[in-house]
Structures are given as C-alpha cells and as structure tokens.
C-alpha cells in the first residue's frame, strides 16, 4: 500500500505533520483513520478491497505516529488531521475509524466534516471507558482514574462527555456500521454494544477470533463494509 498509493506530506492547524495514503478510483470518497500506536497501512486490505470496487480511498497517519513516530500527541490532533483532509481532499462520502480512530471521527463531526456513512472498528465510546480500562490493566485505584478524569478535563475545559461517541451520535446521527470483535483484548466489546443501543439505526456485526487487529483484514468484515456502503 505505502508503494502504491500516492503519499500526502500535510500539517495540521497547529503546525504538527501527518501523511495522507491515497489510492485513486473514480468512486465515492472514503477516509480512514486508524488507532492509538496504530498507522495507516493497517488499512491496506480495506483499501485495495474498496479501490477494487471503484471506491477512492485515503489513509491518514495521524501525527506522531507510523513513519512520524513521536513523543508525545492526543485525540485532537488526529481531528485536527482529519480537519485539514478535508480541506485538503474536500468532502469525503464515508469514513472508517479503528479504535481511537472512531471516536476521532466523531469528533471530527462537531466541526461540520461530515460523512454520509460512518464504520467503527473496535472503536472505545467514551473517555470514562478508555480511562477505565487504563487504570484497571495496571491495577490502579479509583482514586487515580478520577484524577486522570479531572487531569483532562481541566487541561482541555471540558466535560469528558461531550467528546465521547457514545454522546455525539445521539446529536449527529450518520448511517452507521459497528464491527467488534468478541475477543478484543485493547477495546472490551460491551462498549461496542452499548454504542449500538445509543446509535439510532446502527448496524452491528459482532466477530469472534479476530482481536483489535485482525479484524482489519478479515474477509467477511470487508465484505460488511462493502454492502453497508453500496447500500
């Protein structure tokens, strides 16, 4: 894919770079933005599938992150990414996020991006949930996660709600497609079912076997996408 798809070097409003991966077809648009330590090869199945069909796909490598691995960056960078693709690109028809990816994409829509179709693969849905999980895999109290909680919302003066998924579906409400596997280690899937009940219309396909990662190059996920959009 990285040899194939025709590279974009960008940088967003503040100045941090990220790549765009793009595979040319005559079709509907579709961006994808992939995950926490993720990059945006991860999608290569998903976009020679959808270029295959007639679909003009484009990967973003969020700042930090793949060939600009870094330090340090948050989820508002990569909105900030996929803001500057759109203007950039222009409107994009459908997007994919995997993991944090979606959420980003969410977020993305409070900025007036909009896509017409939107796919979440082992997607988190809220900050408490993400913060969570984090403090119970390395065994920490409920102090601590209170004060992570406390930590992000004074720094960026906000409510941790009204950046999760789980809250922004319920006030943008694109056609959506919600893939998760039963045996992801990274995203639990209760959140994937939960965001299926707070998404009105949601569709939902639950896959076993497949983890956080895996599930991005799987036959009948790619095929899920694929009806989900021509339909």
């Known amino acids: 894919m990285r040899n194939e798809a025709i590279k974009h070097e960008l940088l967003t409003k503040n100045a941090k770079e990220f790549l765009v991966f793009e595979l040319k077809a005559d079709g509907p648009k579709v961006l994808m933005i992939h995950g926490w330590s993720g990059r945006a090869s991860q999608f290569y199945k998903i ?12 990967a973003i490598e969020a700042p930090e992150h793949g060939e600009l691995k870094g330090a340090k960056t948050h989820m508002f960078d990569f909105v ?15 997007a994919i996020g995997h993991s944090l990816g979606g959420m980003a994409l969410f977020n993305s829509l409070a ?22 999980d984090f403090t119970m895999k390395l065994e920490m109290d409920d102090r601590v996660k209170a004060g992570i909680i406390k930590y992000i919302e004074k720094r960026y003066e906000m409510a941790i709600t009204e950046v999760s998924s789980d809250h922004l579906c319920q006030i943008f409400r694109p056609e959506g497609l919600i893939v998760h596997d039963v045996f992801d280690q990274d995203v639990p899937v209760e959140q994937a079912r939960h965001m299926h009940r ?10 076993e076997g497949l983890g956080h990662r895996k599930v991005l190059r799987d036959e009948k996920v790619l095929d899920a996408i694929y009806d989900f959009f021509k339909n």
């Open 47 to 58: 976009a020679e599938y959808l270029q295959a069909k007639g679909y003009h796909t484009f």
């Open 80 to 94: 900030d990414a996929i803001e500057e693709s759109a203007i950039r690109f222009g409107d994009f028809d459908m």
């Open 111 to 132: 900025r007036n991006i909009w896509f017409e179709k939107l796919v979440n693969i082992g997607s988190p849905v809220n900050i408490d949930g993400v913060v969570s």
């Open 198 to 207: 707070k998404w009105r219309g949601s569709k939902y396909l639950e896959t």
